[in-house]
């Protein structure tokens, strides 16, 4: 669950093309800064049990809750 928030949170706050008179400013991964461990603050997932009655036995995914 926290590498999908992590991810997440990288796709919302990083992620962008910069282009300066139509030239892409970034082109490769070289110069593309990308997020690392040590820029993400600390995530503390918190697991809330229900009884939902459309998954088997009441289950829920947890996989991608980041996503909705």
């Known amino acids: 669950m926290s590498a999908e928030l992590a991810y997440l949170w990288l796709t919302a706050l990083s992620e962008e093309m910069?282009?300066?008179h139509g030239k892409l400013l970034h082109p490769n991964f070289?110069?593309?800064?990308i997020?690392?461990?040590l820029?993400?603050?600390p995530i503390e997932?918190?697991?809330?049990?229900t009884n939902d009655?459309?998954?088997p036995f009441?289950?829920?995914g947890?996989?991608?809750?980041g996503l909705v």
């Open 18 to 20: 910069l282009f300066d």
């Open 30 to 33: 070289r110069d593309y800064k």
């Open 35 to 37: 997020l690392t461990c």
């Open 39 to 41: 820029d993400i603050v």
């Open 45 to 49: 997932p918190i697991i809330v049990e």
């Open 53 to 55: 009655p459309e998954g």
């Open 58 to 60: 009441g289950a829920k």
């Open 62 to 65: 947890v996989g991608e809750p």
